[in-house]
DNA sequence: CTTTAATCAGACAATTTAATCTGTTTTTGA
DNA sequence: TCAAAAACAGATTAAATTGTCTGATTAAAG
């Protein structure tokens, strides 16, 4: 098997956008998130409270509580997620699993690898939650 | 955590990097592989067995026996590895986890990411072992 | 004030992946 | 022929990831 991001990172994103395509500071139950984009309920749970953690998520206990964004959507990138629940990692560890592979000690794809990284970092670090209002909802609509 | 390849497809890679970067048709131990590489021997044992059912690894029993390439380096891509131990779902599936994700169900992020994983799939599939001799072993030199 | 619905905290279970172990078969070479 | 060294097969263990459960705490609303 293969895997870019772990199931953490993933449903985190999913989480992430679903909350910036819906009004502005609306509170979200972790339960319409999980059923809406048909993820565990517990699981998002636990995410969204690691993202409370690292202050892109706020959340509202008790009665009619719930999850918000801690911050406009312009201002959470897709690389915030990642950073936060995966780590950063990928970006700078072998792809071959090489030990220590670095610009001295490169491993036979370094340099070619080490270009697609960087775009995809770029990638990640360029694209805003609020850019994908309009698709996210699309998306979910057709889950 | 994030992965690329999983473990068994990274020692893969490595192992059959290491094999081409030998005499053509040199017999080298699973034990030999494992100590260069450092990495567990019973583990690369296993995992080139698998590479041999798929045709690109052989295999001689017995005193002096051990591993070897079956087709010349220039004929071994470094997709061919992934695509027998990690299978190519990472290319098709999405990358968001987002359940049935294509082009008229695209996630939000569908069409950028398929940029960077057909360039990703590309030079995997245009690489072939033989262009990794030297660096090769230079990398190995200094694990 | 009590009920209800939510986060939160932490333990627990299940699954997958990684690694190890044990033993068998095969082949070479002394 | 026999001992050594290898692949091979399959069971077992270990670790990490994923998912579930229970209960405590908090806050709103009747």
Chains 1, 2 share one sequence.
Not at 13 to 29: D, F, R, T
Not at 91 to 102: A, D, Q
Not at 107 to 131: F, I, N, Q
Request: glycine share 6%.
């Amino acid at each position: 098997m293969t895997v870019i991001f772990s199931k953490k990172c993933e449903y985190g994103l999913q989480a992430v956008l679903y909350m910036a395509a819906k009004e502005p500071g609306c509170v979200c139950p972790s339960e319409e998130i999980a059923k809406k984009l048909k993820i565990p309920k517990e699981f998002v749970s636990k995410i969204l409270q690691n993202l409370t953690e690292s202050g892109i998520v706020d959340s509202k206990k008790g009665k009619s509580g719930g999850f918000m964004l801690a911050k406009h959507p312009s201002q959470i990138r897709l690389i915030d997620i990642v950073a936060a629940i995966d780590g950063l990692d990928i970006f700078n560890s072998c792809v071959l699993g090489f030990p220590s592979c670095s610009p001295d000690k490169p491993c036979p794809v370094h340099h070619k690898w080490g270009e697609l990284r960087s775009k995809a970092y770029e990638m990640l670090a360029a694209e805003t939650m609020d850019k994908f209002k309009e698709k996210t909802i699309n998306k979910i609509g057709k889950i």
